[in-house]
């Protein structure tokens, strides 16, 4: 256990401090709040009209999300540390598995939603390198006016298994499906991940806002305040993800949108958005670093275990081993997302991330989103391929500083 990581306080807060703490309790009732507005419906059997019917279990998941994330984060004064970054990647990323597991259950049995499945895990995969890893340092840069991002030895764990599972997925739209060795592959390296988390020195974590709070608690009261946090907003967001995501596809069929974009853009950002805010926080506050090894680790966690997964679901709703198709539209946006991929982890692996590497992603990802053509989308995966290419082609110290991060994990008592 860890009952020293933060300083005690031997005096009685100060009144500026009372006023935080206030404001950190108020935020966790707001968010309870945004739960309990959609809870109460769906008990008393409410029937909200378009387009609210997806607002409500939304802004229920948002909160939800908000929730996990403040506690996970206060978890760490009970958990070793290790353990406790793998937790807080894991939890932070529940509502977008929530969304994701249902799409993949429901197309066992009609087929029809195995669209959905891929849309919801490529646009949320998207976003996260697209917007996420950008917004970081534009945040930091409107800060603290720092235009790079360095990264450590110490990320090398989590770039290599991106890395890794972004070379294997290319294969997934090469054979057009999703099948159960697939899953293999990917909880593999996902569990390999995990366990060298385990083992891999960590930086003393410093908690702040609301997860502050929570933290500083008397033991006892801190454990069931975290606790009370993961029960409720993990039932929270599964009685939200089922209404979520139909009220999306009724959305769509009411407005003349199609259901597709809607399921890859709008669904991911109801439970990416808390995270992207703790990301910028941290950006804000002066540890962009921090920030963007956090979306490094969602993205890590969400192109292993969350793709891993989709395909298991998929076979235990259907009942046998059969593999999930892809039809051509699902094989585009996979390329696409892999491509987006490789072009992100090629930026990162050099363990600096710069504003014009941070404008290219979020270009590159902002332009693509109007022109939804088949054609242009193999354009842009042939885009992020080729600037990919010519970067470790052309850059010695990009292709040294992979080799070294590479062989970092896998002996890092040697580098």
Do not use: M
């Given at each position: 256990m860890n009952e020293n990581r933060l300083p005690q306080e031997s005096n009685a807060p100060s009144p500026a401090q009372s006023g935080h703490r206030r404001r950190h309790i108020a935020f966790i009732l707001v968010a309870t709040a945004m739960c309990l507005q959609w809870l109460l419906q769906r008990f008393l059997g409410v029937a909200a009209p378009q387009p609210w019917t997806a607002v409500f279990p939304g802004i229920c998941i948002f909160g939800a999300a908000l929730l996990l994330t403040w506690g996970a984060e206060a978890a760490e004064m009970d958990l070793p540390q290790n353990i406790s970054i793998g937790l807080l990647a894991l939890i932070t990323v529940l509502p977008e598995y929530a969304v994701d597991m249902y799409f993949a259950w429901t197309a066992g049995k009609n087929p029809v939603y195995t669209a959905y499945a891929t849309a919801n895990m490529t646009g949320a995969n998207r976003l996260l390198i697209g917007v996420g890893w950008p917004a970081v340092l534009l945040a930091c840069w409107w800060s603290h006016g720092h235009r790079e991002i360095h990264l450590t030895d110490n990320n090398a764990?989590?770039?290599?298994?991106?890395?890794?599972?972004?070379?294997?997925?290319?294969?997934?739209?090469?054979?057009?499906?999703?099948?159960?060795?697939?899953?293999?592959?990917?909880?593999?390296?996902?569990?390999?991940?995990?366990?060298?988390?385990?083992?891999?020195?960590?930086?003393?974590?410093?908690?702040?806002?609301?997860?502050?709070?929570?933290?500083?608690?008397?033991?006892?009261?801190r454990r069931l305040t975290v606790s009370a946090l993961f029960v409720f907003s993990a039932a929270?967001?599964?009685?939200?993800?089922?209404?979520?995501?139909?009220?999306?596809?009724?959305?769509?069929?009411?407005?003349?949108?199609?259901?597709?974009?809607?399921?890859?853009?709008?669904?991911?950002?109801?439970?990416?958005?808390?995270?992207?805010?703790?990301?910028?926080?941290?950006?804000?506050?002066?540890?962009?670093?921090?920030?963007?090894?956090?979306?490094?680790?969602?993205?890590?966690?969400?192109?292993?275990?969350l793709v891993g997964m989709l395909p298991m679901v998929y076979c235990l709703s259907a009942g046998s081993l059969g593999a999930m198709p892809l039809d051509a539209r699902q094989v585009e946006e996979i390329f696409l997302t892999s491509a987006q991929s490789l072009f992100g982890m090629v930026l990162l692996m050099n363990l600096n991330f710069s504003m014009g590497e941070a404008l290219a992603l979020f270009i590159l990802f902002s332009l693509q989103i109007f022109f939804p053509q088949s054609a242009v989308r193999y354009a842009f995966a042939g885009i992020y391929l080729v600037l990919s290419l010519v970067l470790v082609l052309t850059q010695s110290s990009r292709r040294n500083s992979i080799f070294h991060l590479i062989k970092h994990v896998m002996n890092p008592g040697k580098t």
């Open positions: 764990l989590e770039l290599v298994t991106l890395l890794a599972a972004t070379v294997y997925s290319i294969i997934l739209p090469i054979k057009a499906t999703l099948s159960i060795w697939d899953s293999a592959v990917l909880l593999a390296l996902f569990g390999l991940y995990a366990y060298l988390s385990t083992r891999a020195e960590v930086e003393e974590p410093e908690l702040e806002g609301t997860a502050r709070t929570i933290a500083d608690l008397p033991k006892t009261t929270a967001i599964c009685l939200s993800a089922e209404p979520f995501a139909e009220g999306i596809l009724e959305a769509g069929r009411h407005l003349g949108i199609e259901e597709f974009l809607l399921v890859q853009w709008l669904a991911p950002l109801a439970s990416e958005a808390p995270e992207f805010i703790a990301a910028i926080l941290f950006a804000v506050k002066g540890r962009p670093g921090v920030g963007l090894r956090a979306l490094v680790s969602s993205k890590v966690n969400q192109w292993t275990l």
